[in-house]
Structures are given as structure tokens and as C-alpha cells.
């Protein structure tokens, strides 16, 4: 994936969608995050914020945060909404060995008995259908990464319907897509979420794969380039 961005200092993340950045020219500026999450150690003051820039005359904030360089120099992609465009632009490259060779992938497809939707359901002719749930990650504590970075009752769920196709024979893979250069190897958050660590060791055991990929990212002359190509090891703990 490539994006044209520009760069701003971060002042302070809030209400959730909004930040206030510093411009180069010394300006102070609103910018939307596409991120519901806590973003813990990706939006501290004085980070860099990288940002696009949007044509539609009718956005209140034209500028959209995509990635923080943060002051130990690691690229945090925070835009959540890129997590599943990185990974079906790697599934249709065939990057993801464990997922290759699909007749058809589909997007958001109703599933489950908890009312969810899956990110991902790839058909194949001579296999079983594959449910596949991508979860971002990008909170990096004491050099690991965790998922999550706060509660998530939706995860908890999503881990429940994930089960339940493999009971019904088909193959269910969680998929994390781990944005943030400094990460290495990844473990479910049992400080922050014990239910969610609980479940996904159940959802293991019951035959959910568990698989992780790792974005490479290159910045030129403004010009961002990111990719999920490197495939690192999820680590009970």
C-alpha cells in the first residue's frame, strides 16, 4: 500500500477521533484518527504524526492520522481501517502461504449466532471454507506485543463464532496484522483482558489458527510504502 502523506508533531489525542498536531509552518491543526482503540504508546505528545490529506470539500477535518514515528523511531500504522486493506491486498499477492490458493475472497460476510460479520471468507474447491478475523496490533510493552490494548467484549465474541465454525467443520484463522515496526512476536493481553486471553487459548486448542504478519514500512520523499510480508511468532505467555 502507498500513500502520499506529509508530517505534523502531535500536541494531543482526544475525544477519541480527534488530535491536535503542529504543523511544519508552526500552525496548530485538528486532525481525524480512525482509531477507537487506546492507542497506548502510539500518541504521545511530540511523536510524529504522518497524515493524508483528503479532496472531499465537505470533511470538517481534511487530514486523516496514519502512522506515528514515534520518538524510539518505530512506524505505528494507528488508522485501524487499513488493517484489512494491508491484509486482502497480501491475500490476493498470495503473501500469506497459510491462506493461499483461495477460489474466491469475500468481504464481510454475515456468520455466526452472535449477530457478527467476518473480515474475510475465502472458498476453495477441494477444501473447507476459511473464516478469517484480522485484529490490529499495535500496543509494544517491556519488547512483546499484545492484543489487545483495552477490553474488547466484540474480540471475545469474534473468538466465540470463530469456534463455533470450526465445531461445524469449517477452518477458522485469526489473523493479526502487527503494525508497529518495533514488534517481534506477539501474546494475548491477559493484563488488560484475561476473559479475551481465556478465550483465545480455548479458541486454540478447539483448532482456530492463530496466525501473525508483521508490515514492512518504507517512507521517500513523502511517499509511504507498507506492506504485511513477514510472519512472526504468536507466544503464549
Known amino acids: 500500500m502507498i500513500l502520499q502523506v506529509q508530517h505534523a508533531k ?65 512506524f505505528i500504522c494507528v488508522n485501524t481501517l487499513r488493517a484489512n ?55 509494544l510493552e517491556s519488547g512483546h506485543g499484545y492484543f489487545p490494548d483495552a477490553v474488547t467484549t466484540r474480540g471475545q465474541k469474534h473468538l466465540r463464532e470463530l469456534m463455533d465454525m470450526v465445531a461445524q467443520g469449517h477452518r477458522a484463522v485469526l489473523l493479526f496484522a502487527v503494525l508497529h515496526s518495533g514488534i517481534n512476536d506477539i501474546s494475548a493481553a491477559s493484563h488488560i483482558d484475561p476473559t479475551y486471553a481465556k478465550l483465545l487459548n480455548e479458541a486454540r486448542l478447539a483448532g482456530v489458527e492463530i496466525i501473525a504478519y508483521k508490515a514492512a514500512f518504507s517512507l521517500k520523499l513523502g511517499e509511504l510504502d507498507f506492506n504485511l510480508v513477514e510472519k512472526i511468532p504468536f507466544i503464549e505467555r
Not at 477507537?36 to 510524529?48: H, L, R, S
Not at 494491508?86 to 449466532?113: C, M, P, T, W
Open 10 to 74: 502531535l500536541i494531543k489525542r482526544y475525544k477519541r477521533f480527534l488530535a491536535d498536531i503542529e504543523l511544519n509552518c508552526g500552525e496548530e491543526t485538528t486532525i481525524h484518527c480512525a482509531n477507537t482503540g487506546a492507542m497506548k504508546g502510539c500518541a504521545e505528545p511530540d511523536d510524529t504524526v504522518w497524515y493524508t490529506t483528503s479532496t472531499n470539500t465537505k470533511r470538517k477535518y481534511p487530514f486523516s492520522w496514519e502512522i506515528t514515528q514515534s520518538q524510539d523511531d518505530h
Open 85 to 139: 486493506q494491508l491484509v486482502e491486498e497480501a491475500l490476493h499477492q498470495g503473501l500469506i502461504k497459510e491462506l493461499s490458493g483461495f477460489d474466491e475472497l469475500k468481504r464481510e460476510v454475515k456468520y455466526g449466532n452472535e449477530n457478527s460479520r467476518v473480515d474475510f471468507l475465502a472458498t476453495y474447491n477441494h477444501a473447507p471454507d476459511t473464516y478469517i478475523e484480522v485484529k490490529s496490533v499495535t500496543l
